[in-house]
């Protein structure tokens, strides 16, 4: 039941990240002043959209969706693991606040292209080989995402049918988590002078008109 849950506000979460990211780049980023009808009521077209952007911003689909498969998986048995150490994953510990906090994915999206390089280095791929490593390594916004939206969605189910963990816990946790989440999206956010873009840097002669 629990899994069950957690599924579906998978789902929602995704959803409500995907439109607050919409309305974040059209309300302050692109500049304009007046809107259509259209612009900010389409929500048949903007969430499919918004969500395959995602899964294709490292431009491959296949991998996209395994990165952020992965990584939600990964992140969900990441929550689950304060029942391993104590009292039930449910229960209102200090050990599950943790594994239910955003400490983990926030250390991830600081640090992500430092462990992704030192990863390819230790194994002895190139990130440019085309390696399933390294393919899979380069889908940093997927592989942020499904960390982020996991977390996300455990904390909902976790405190929708437990009802024991806090909620004045379980609301900033998760408005943090979607905040950073948007903004890392747009290339909003720096930690410790590491620029984090969602852009990768293009070499010099590449950037030289022909």
């Known amino acids: 039941m629990e899994f069950f849950l957690y599924l579906i506000y ?11 990211d919409y309305y974040f780049q059209l309300l302050y980023l692109s500049g304009k002043d007046t809107f259509e009808k259209q612009e900010l009521t389409d929500w048949a077209r903007i969430i499919p959209f918004k969500i395959m952007n995602l899964f294709e911003s ?3 689909l296949q ?3 395994l990165a952020f498969g ?3 998986f990964f992140s ?6 304060g029942g391993l150490i104590g009292s039930p994953h449910y229960t209102d ?3 599950n606040y943790f594994f239910l906090s955003f400490i983990m994915p926030v250390l991830l999206l600081a640090f992500y292209s430092f462990l992704s390089s030192e990863i390819l280095r230790a194994a002895r791929i190139s990130r440019n080989s085309g390696s399933f490593l390294a393919r899979l390594l380069n889908q940093e916004i997927p592989l942020l995402s499904g960390t982020f939206v996991s977390v996300i969605a455990s904390n909902l189910a ?4 437990y009802h024991e963990i806090s909620f004045l816990f379980v609301l900033p946790n998760i408005l943090i988590l979607m905040v950073l989440l948007i903004l890392r999206w747009n290339g909003k956010v720096k930690f410790g002078g590491i620029r984090l873009d969602r852009e990768e840097e293009v070499p010099e002669d590449l950037e030289e008109d022909p």
Do not use: E, K, M, P
Request: net charge neutral.
């Open 10 to 20: 998978l789902v929602i979460t995704l959803v409500i990240i995907s439109l607050g």
């Open 58 to 60: 490292a431009g491959s």
């Open 63 to 65: 991998y996209g969706l």
């Open 70 to 72: 992965l990584a939600a």
């Open 76 to 81: 969900y048995v990441w929550t689950l693991t």
């Open 93 to 95: 510990s200090f050990g």
């Open 158 to 161: 976790v405190y929708g049918l």
